[in-house]
C-alpha cells in the first residue's frame, strides 16, 4: 500500500452522475470507431483499443528485440516514465489534435464542452477546500479519457521513427528500441537527437518527462556497445543499464531467458497456495 503521508501518491477522481457515464460511452464508441475506420491512431499505440492490450505491446517489443538478436545485434531498450502523464494534458494542445484528427463541428464542441468548467476540491473530514477550476488533464475515471489521451499522444510515434527508432506503447507506458551494433555512429546520432526530439515534444505537450525514472536495458551478447556518451547530455545524467526490468508487468533480462519472470510468478503462485493451506 502506498504512503498516505505522500501527496504524490493521491490521485483526483471523477465523481461523474450515471447518465453523464452513459453519454460519455456513447460518445467513447462513436470516437472510437471514426478514430480506427479513418487509421488515426498509431499502430504502435496498443492502449485501450479493441484487439489491443499489454500483452500485445509486451510481444511487439519483445519480437522487434528478438528480431535484432537473431541477426547477432544489440539494442537498447528506453523504458520512458511520464509523471502524471493524463493529468497535464494541455486543453489547447488536446482541442489543436483533435481537429487535426478531423475532429469537428459539434462533435468537438461537445468534447471542448465535456473539458470545460470543471472544478475541484479536496475533501479532508471536517474541512473542504474551496473549488478550484481545472484548467488541464482530462477526467480520471471517464471512459472518453483514455481515447482522448491516445489522440493527444499520437504524434510522438512518428518523431521516433524519423530518427529509425522503434516505438511502441501502451497509454502512457512508451518503449524505444534501437540497435546499437549494426551501425554505432548513426544510431548514437539517431539516439542522441531522436530522445532530444522525443523530450522537447513532451516540454512543449506539457508532459513530463521524468529523467531519474527512464530505464535502460541492453540485450544482447555486447552489453558493453553502450555507455554514457550515448545519452543526450541535455537530459541530464545518463541512466545506468538495469540488469533487468519490469515493463507491463513483465520482467525483462538482457538475454530474454525470461528466468526472472518465470521466479516471480512461481514465487507468488507458492505464497498464495500457502495462504490457502492456512485457510483449509
Not at 7 to 23: D, E, G, Q, T
Given at each position: 500500500?502506498?504512503?498516505?503521508?505522500?501527496?504524490?501518491?493521491?490521485?483526483?477522481?471523477?465523481?461523474?452522475?450515471?447518465?453523464?457515464?452513459?453519454?460519455?460511452?456513447?460518445?467513447?464508441?462513436?470516437?472510437?470507431?471514426?478514430?480506427?475506420?479513418?487509421?488515426?491512431?498509431?499502430?504502435?499505440?496498443?492502449?485501450?483499443?479493441?484487439?489491443h492490450s499489454p500483452e500485445t505491446a509486451l510481444i511487439a517489443v519483445t519480437d522487434d528485440i528478438r528480431t535484432l538478436m537473431d541477426n547477432g545485434e544489440t539494442s537498447a531498450l528506453n523504458l520512458l516514465d511520464l509523471s502524471a502523464a493524463f493529468d497535464t494534458v494541455c486543453h489547447?494542445?488536446?482541442?489543436?489534435?483533435?481537429?487535426?484528427?478531423?475532429?469537428?463541428?459539434?462533435?468537438?464542441?461537445?468534447?471542448?464542452?465535456?473539458?470545460?468548467?470543471?472544478?475541484?476540491?479536496?475533501?479532508?473530514?471536517?474541512?473542504?477546500?474551496?473549488?478550484?477550476?481545472?484548467?488541464?488533464?482530462?477526467?480520471?475515471?471517464?471512459?472518453?479519457?483514455?481515447?482522448?489521451?491516445?489522440?493527444?499522444?499520437?504524434?510522438?510515434?512518428?518523431?521516433?521513427?524519423?530518427?529509425?527508432?522503434?516505438?511502441?506503447?501502451?497509454?502512457?507506458?512508451?518503449?524505444?528500441?534501437?540497435?546499437?551494433?549494426?551501425?554505432?555512429?548513426?544510431?548514437?546520432?539517431?539516439?542522441?537527437?531522436?530522445?532530444?526530439?522525443?523530450?522537447?515534444?513532451?516540454?512543449?505537450?506539457?508532459?513530463?518527462?521524468?529523467?531519474?525514472?527512464?530505464?535502460?536495458?541492453?540485450?544482447?551478447?555486447?552489453?558493453?556497445?553502450?555507455?554514457?556518451?550515448?545519452?543526450?547530455?541535455?537530459?541530464?545524467?545518463?541512466?545506468?543499464?538495469?540488469?533487468?526490468?519490469?515493463?507491463?508487468?513483465?520482467?525483462?533480462?538482457?538475454?530474454?531467458?525470461?528466468?526472472?519472470?518465470?521466479?516471480?510468478?512461481?514465487?507468488?503462485?507458492?505464497?498464495?497456495?500457502?495462504?490457502?493451506?492456512?485457510?483449509?
Open positions: 500500500m502506498a504512503d498516505p503521508n505522500d501527496l504524490k501518491n493521491f490521485r483526483p477522481i471523477s465523481l461523474l452522475p450515471f447518465p453523464a457515464k452513459v453519454i460519455e460511452k456513447i460518445v467513447n464508441k462513436q470516437l472510437t470507431a471514426f478514430l480506427e475506420a479513418n487509421n488515426s491512431l498509431d499502430p504502435s499505440q496498443s492502449g485501450f483499443r479493441a484487439n489547447r494542445t488536446l482541442t489543436s489534435r483533435l481537429r487535426t484528427t478531423g475532429i469537428l463541428g459539434q462533435a468537438l464542441d461537445w468534447i471542448i464542452s465535456f473539458l470545460s468548467n470543471r472544478t475541484q476540491r479536496v475533501h479532508l473530514p471536517p474541512f473542504c477546500s474551496e473549488p478550484t477550476e481545472i484548467i488541464c488533464g482530462v477526467p480520471q475515471g471517464s471512459s472518453l479519457s483514455p481515447t482522448l489521451f491516445n489522440i493527444y499522444m499520437s504524434p510522438l510515434a512518428a518523431i521516433a521513427r524519423k530518427h529509425n527508432i522503434n516505438i511502441i506503447s501502451y497509454a502512457d507506458d512508451t518503449q524505444l528500441i534501437l540497435s546499437l551494433t549494426k551501425d554505432p555512429t548513426t544510431a548514437k546520432t539517431n539516439l542522441q537527437e531522436g530522445m532530444q526530439d522525443v523530450a522537447e515534444w513532451m516540454k512543449l505537450s506539457r508532459l513530463k518527462l521524468n529523467s531519474e525514472k527512464t530505464e535502460v536495458l541492453i540485450l544482447g551478447h555486447s552489453p558493453s556497445a553502450w555507455d554514457d556518451s550515448w545519452w543526450p547530455t541535455a537530459l541530464g545524467t545518463a541512466p545506468t543499464p538495469s540488469s533487468h526490468a519490469r515493463n507491463l508487468g513483465f520482467i525483462l533480462d538482457p538475454l530474454l531467458t525470461m528466468t526472472k519472470q518465470v521466479n516471480a510468478v512461481s514465487s507468488s503462485c507458492f505464497n498464495t497456495l500457502r495462504m490457502l493451506r492456512k485457510i483449509f
